[in-house]
């Protein structure tokens, strides 16, 4: 199904087919389909396409090209490539093993089949005869639709009103472009016809394109790292492409700062190193929630140095890593950010390795790196580089300095496969000398359909996880638009029968069992919620205003208590504890509440004191009158302000 040799066009229609197929996989968190507004817990819908796709890919290459099966799973060959390939095994085995520890066991099987997947694509990439050129194929596919989408998005949208919602859009598929398009730059360089050149050239500039115009920081960097390792290894390692080399190097620069100036000067649209100097972005605000998020994972580190905490854990155990910081240093001024953020995963890949997987997932994990590192020493030593080999290392190299700033890297699969097939291109030239199988020459295939056959299992498991992942958010998603209670309630159970770690659905089916008045179930669903990763300030709260409707006093005191824990600089959990403790008659640590709000920021202690006790009316009205209150629409977090709109505190009279 991969020869590269065509010998008919039934042939050529098939394999055109599943590139398609296999590019639009790639592609296909750019699906709309119908989902909640509150969506969280693990990424599914592009490890459902690619599971399918995966097995699918296995089962014909099983029926119709035995060989090329066998030739990809051969392991034969290169002791490097064999490193390579038992370390990253291991590496997955560990993850597996990380459910028998790990909070979500399931988070950890997403984890490693999601691993499982990388490890399948990078040996059929690296083991099939024609791979190279398919490979070609498939990639150009997602840089196309990307780059003109995005481009079409940011032209033709109000970018003030959706810059959010735009950068994280195609921020998720910037790592991927970084690691394929070098790659169109190589084939531009060694292609003979100028036809074939042309549109290697414009795929990989638009790629290029695509990545700047996605606004991430860390990518663009990440992007100069890719493209000048490229360049500059050709020109220096490859005499015959030297020229070439420089003078696509010099189009690369131009085509950069174009790019850079045209948006920075001429639309209201900012350049990404406007974002990377400060002029869009003064507050530096997604920096210093990464500086935070770094400090909270080394705390994990310390605390799991070991074996970690699970794969793919990271989000679930934060809280209990961010008290432990806290407690460590109570000082530190970084502890107010993220009072209203859900810190899923740590925006450092090593990092968030190191804390789910411990020093021997770390070991693991980096032992294929170090034996490619040593493969790649050889074969410059033997002066066998080419413009194409050098641009997988370029296109892996960008790949790891994004993993050093972004929350996606590997933990999303389509940006896995991509660098599946990059590092399958290059490990290419480790198999080249390898021992080929032959029935005639005594070597059996039953082994290594075995193995085949085991692929297909996990690709399996993965799509049936990832199904009801997705089939979950469906319901939750029916349930929002659902005519009374009773059904909501109906549907969101299925949702969670389907996902029973869906944090978002527990959510709000505490929400609907509050409206019909049952309080004791709508506290136990919203902690339930919190206990899968939703645990914020205003979580909190809504859950100490359910145990308080369901008569149990002691329960919304925990509740705040936990969260002012966790938050210790939240000046809103600090007043609305107060409220909580004053309920239970304890009005001196109320005053010991206030005071440490009051210490932290007065005229937020005193907005929400004024909107917990009167109401938000009364609040706004003091705050007209008072420049040390702020009103309610100044209050943080804004979300946990909607709590209390049009509402009276349960407070009594003011004791303070």
Request: with cysteine; charged share 15%.
């Amino acid at each position: 199904m991969l020869d590269v040799q065509i010998h008919d066009r039934r042939s050529a229609t098939s394999l055109a087919a599943v590139a398609l197929a296999a590019g639009l996989v790639l592609i296909s968190p750019l699906l709309p389909l119908p989902m909640p507004g509150f969506v969280t817990g693990l990424p599914w819908k592009a490890e459902f396409f690619s599971s399918v796709f995966i097995a699918l890919l296995l089962f014909a290459l099983y029926i119709y090209r035995p060989k090329y099966l066998a030739s990809a799973f051969d392991l034969q060959g290169d002791k490097y490539f064999l490193g390579i390939i038992c370390a990253l095994a291991a590496f997955i085995c560990w993850s597996a093993l990380s459910s028998i520890w790990a909070t979500s066991p399931a988070s950890a099987a997403h984890h490693t089949l999601s691993w499982a997947a990388v490890l399948i694509v990078t040996l059929l990439v690296s083991g099939i005869k024609g791979s190279r050129s398919f490979s070609f194929a498939v990639i150009g596919i997602p840089i196309f639709i990307i780059a003109l989408t995005c481009i079409a998005d940011l032209l033709s949208s109000d970018f003030a009103a959706s810059e959010g919602v735009l950068r994280i859009r195609y921020a998720k598929f910037a790592e991927m472009l970084i690691t394929v398009s070098p790659l169109m730059w190589a084939g531009a360089m060694s292609a003979k016809q100028s036809r074939v050149r042309f549109l290697l050239l414009s795929c990989g500039a638009l790629g290029w394109v695509a990545v700047m115009l996605s606004l991430s920081k860390g990518a663009f960097i990440a992007g100069i790292v890719a493209y000048m390792t490229m360049f500059w290894g050709v020109a220096l390692m490859v005499r015959k492409y030297r020229r070439r080399a420089t003078l696509l190097a010099g189009t690369w620069l131009a085509l950069t700062l174009a790019v850079q100036i045209l948006f920075s000067a001429a639309t209201n649209i900012p350049s990404t190193t406007d974002y990377i100097s400060g002029k869009a972005d003064q507050t530096r605000s997604t920096s210093q929630m990464r500086l935070f998020t770094w400090k909270v994972a080394e705390q994990m580190i310390r605390d799991n140095w070991l074996i970690g905490v699970g794969g793919d854990n990271f989000g679930l155990r934060f809280n209990e890593s961010r008290y432990r910081y806290a407690t460590a240093n109570p000082s530190d001024a970084d502890l107010e950010i993220g009072e209203d953020y859900l810190f899923e995963r740590a925006h450092n890949e090593p990092l968030q390795i190191a804390a789910e997987l411990g020093v021997v997932g770390v070991l693991l994990i980096a032992a294929p790196f170090v034996l490619f590192g040593f493969a790649v020493f050889k074969i410059a030593c033997r002066n066998k580089m080419t413009p194409l080999f050098i641009s997988c290392l370029a296109g892996c190299a960008g790949f790891a300095v994004a993993s050093m700033f972004s929350s996606f890297s590997f933990r999303a699969i389509q940006n896995g496969i991509a660098f599946a097939i990059v590092s399958g291109l290059a490990l290419r030239t480790l198999r080249n000398g390898r021992r080929m199988l032959n029935e005639e020459k005594g070597f059996s295939y039953r082994q290594i359909k075995l193995v085949a056959v085991g692929a297909v299992a996990l690709s399996a498991f993965l799509i049936f996880t990832s199904a009801a992942a997705g089939l979950s958010r469906f319901y939750q998603y029916r349930a929002q638009g659902a005519r009374d209670n009773a059904s909501r309630v109906e549907l969101l159970k299925t949702a969670i029968t389907l996902d029973g770690e869906n944090a978002a659905a527990y959510s709000t089916l505490s929400s609907v069992l509050a409206a019909d008045g049952n309080f004791p179930g709508a506290a136990a669903a919203m902690r339930t919620a919190i206990n899968n990763g939703i645990g914020v300030t205003q979580t909190y709260s809504v859950l100490a205003a359910f145990e308080t409707s369901a008569g149990n006093a002691t329960g919304a005191e925990k509740a705040m208590s936990e969260a002012v824990a966790i938050y210790p600089r939240s000046v809103f959990a600090r007043v609305r504890y107060a409220q909580t403790l004053e309920l239970n008659g304890k009005y001196s640590e109320v005053r010991q509440q206030i005071d440490a709000a009051n210490a932290i920021d007065s005229k937020q202690s005193r907005g929400w004191t004024a909107l917990l006790r009167d109401g938000d009316l009364a609040a706004f009205r003091a705050s007209a009158q008072d420049t040390g209150i702020d009103p309610p629409a100044s209050l943080r977090p804004s979300e946990a302000v909607f709590q209390f709109i049009d509402s009276r505190s349960v407070f009594g009279a003011d004791r303070r």
